[in-house]
């Protein structure tokens, strides 16, 4: 993981390469976001698969691949939000995050008001860092929907969108944090 310094942050974090920033001493915050591709009509409720997807938005000789959404074992997940783009559901259908296992106020949902999902999404409440258990193990993140997902205009792309904030203790120092001075042996001058 790539850790940034305040000073040092100036755009997004990059979830693709595990980017994180210590904006308190000793505790790296991290934002994952992720995306489902919705290529067809879904029915029934389910499970959307969630990717990181590459920097690369072009085709190239080799793209990278998309990254699977998970969460590391000891993240303390303190916010998530979920919204969708050119789909509609069935009356008052909902779209989660999903696949936390601390699950207490940790888990957005949107549901759709008529059939349309509101533009902004929905996100959990900042409640502070008191009371939030950390992540006993890795989880992988998912999108969970009940009833349908239609696709508004199928000559656009229609995702549901994900995202994950949460923040770990930072590792201890090494010598790359400290200015050690280089050993030398005795009698080594002229």
């Not at 940790?106 to 059939?115: I, K, L, P, R, Y």
């Amino acid at each position: 993981m790539s850790v940034i310094f305040p000073g040092n942050f100036v755009a997004n974090l990059n979830a693709y390469r595990d980017q994180g920033v210590l904006a308190i001493p000793g505790v790296q915050f991290f934002q994952l976001r992720g995306i489902a591709i919705v290529t067809a009509n879904q029915s029934g409720g389910g499970t959307l698969a969630l990717e990181i997807p590459s920097p690369d938005l072009r085709q190239d000789d080799k793209p990278r691949l998309d990254k699977p959404f998970t969460v590391p074992a000891g993240a303390v997940v303190y916010r998530t939000a979920v919204s969708t783009s050119n789909l509609k559901a069935s009356g008052t259908d909902t779209v989660s995050v999903s696949g936390l296992t601390t699950t207490s106020n940790t888990q957005a949902s949107v549901a759709a008001v008529d059939g349309a999902f509101p533009a902004n999404g929905a996100s959990t409440a900042f409640a502070g860092f008191a009371n939030v258990s950390a992540e006993a193990s890795g989880a992988t993140i998912s999108a969970a929907y009940s009833g349908n997902l239609d696709i508004v205009d199928p000559n656009s792309n229609a995702v549901v969108m994900v995202e994950v904030c949460y923040y770990l203790d930072a590792p201890g120092p090494d010598t790359d944090d400290y200015g050690i001075p280089y050993k030398t042996e005795a009698g080594q001058g002229y």
